[in-house]
């Protein structure tokens, strides 16, 4: 009989598999894709986890809580970013990883059921060097891994019809440091920092008590915008370090033009905004347009 119960899924794999054994031959990208899956199951087994199954250039296991899942696959991403027999032209191998915390079904060494599809989902949707979670993982976290989360897209999982916000774990010990709150308070100075943002007839205020504005065409979020060439969640700011930052997670990028008319374009990356100008999500941004988003950053 099978056993209901609630843990951590994560699936890892080996990026772009197939190159590695057209350029290096079959015996050495064989084993060099041993060597990733070694260091993938020691990680697991470190961190309280369960390898289920390995499958060609991939690891599928289990853990019984989110916080050891996170710290499983960080370990294997330093691990595997930084082997000195990972290396191929003299870039290193690249893992991908996705994971979800939800009910399953364990029977026979086995886990079954919708979070497993959700976990294996989270991993087709990252990419190199990349972890990648869901909302519902990020709620079970501890303050310092949930500090450690960005919300990057939405997406739809096949069968279930549902729509499930991807999240991105900064799993770069300097990127952690930068967002655990209360180290982040300790390099804020005593200004006060202000981002306005304006979008038709609908202003939005970005200050220390909300540092953080989601903007695209779905309903939740902050700064709703419609158009075809918009994502669902198209952009985020954050303030960081001090700065507002501008992070665009959309199919066509965000074109950013100063009051000076310094023109920026980014997609899938980040920006620092200042002064005053428009956002243009997925077009350069136009006066009077109902789709231009007009910011005003404000120290004091």
């Given amino acids: 009989m099978g056993k209901d119960i609630e843990l951590a899924i994560l699936f890892a794999d080996v990026v772009g598999s197939t190159r590695l054994y057209d350029i290096m031959g079959d015996l050495r990208a064989r084993d060099m894709v041993a060597i990733c899956i070694d260091v993938m199951r020691s990680a697991t087994e470190q961190r309280q986890g369960t390898v289920i199954k390995t499958m060609g250039d ?3 296991a289990t853990f019984p809580s989110a916080d050891a899942a996170l710290n499983a696959a960080a370990q294997m991403q330093q ?18 990883i996705g994971c979800h915390f939800g009910p399953v079904m364990l029977e026979n060494r086995d886990v079954f059921g919708a979070a497993v599809h959700t976990a294996n989902r989270m991993t087709s949707q990252a990419k190199a060097g990349q972890i990648v979670t869901t ?3 990020v709620e079970k976290l501890s303050p310092e891994w949930r500090a450690a ?5 939405i997406a739809t999982i096949k069968g ?18 930068s967002m655990v709150p209360g180290i982040a308070t300790e390099q804020r100075p005593a200004r006060t920092m202000r981002l306005r943002l304006r979008c ?6 970005m200050d220390e008590r909300h540092p953080s504005i989601t903007i695209g ?10 158009g075809s060439l918009i994502s669902r969640l198209h952009a985020r700011i954050e303030i960081n370090r001090s700065k507002f930052v501008l992070i665009d997670q959309s199919t066509n990028g965000t074109f950013v033009q100063t009051a000076d008319g310094e023109e920026s ?5 980040s920006l620092q905004i200042k002064g005053q100008g428009m956002i243009g999500l997925g077009r350069l941004p136009e006066q009077g347009s109902p789709q231009t988003i007009r910011f005003t950053c404000e120290e004091g």
């Avoid at 279930?160 to 770069?172: H, T």
């Avoid at 374009?265 to 990356?269: A, G, N």
């Fill in 265 to 269: 374009f980014v997609r899938r990356d």
């Fill in 135 to 137: 909302a519902a993982t």
């Fill in 149 to 153: 989360c960005r919300q990057i897209d």
């Fill in 58 to 60: 991939e690891v599928m």
């Fill in 217 to 226: 065409r779905a309903e939740d979020n902050d700064v709703v915008v419609k």
């Fill in 79 to 96: 691990q595997i970013s930084s082997h000195a027999q990972l290396k191929v032209d003299g870039q290193p191998v690249a893992i991908r």
């Fill in 160 to 177: 279930q019809g549902n729509e499930v916000a991807l999240y991105e774990v900064l799993w770069q010990t300097e990127d952690i440091t």
């Fill in 200 to 205: 038709q007839d609908r202003e939005v205020v």
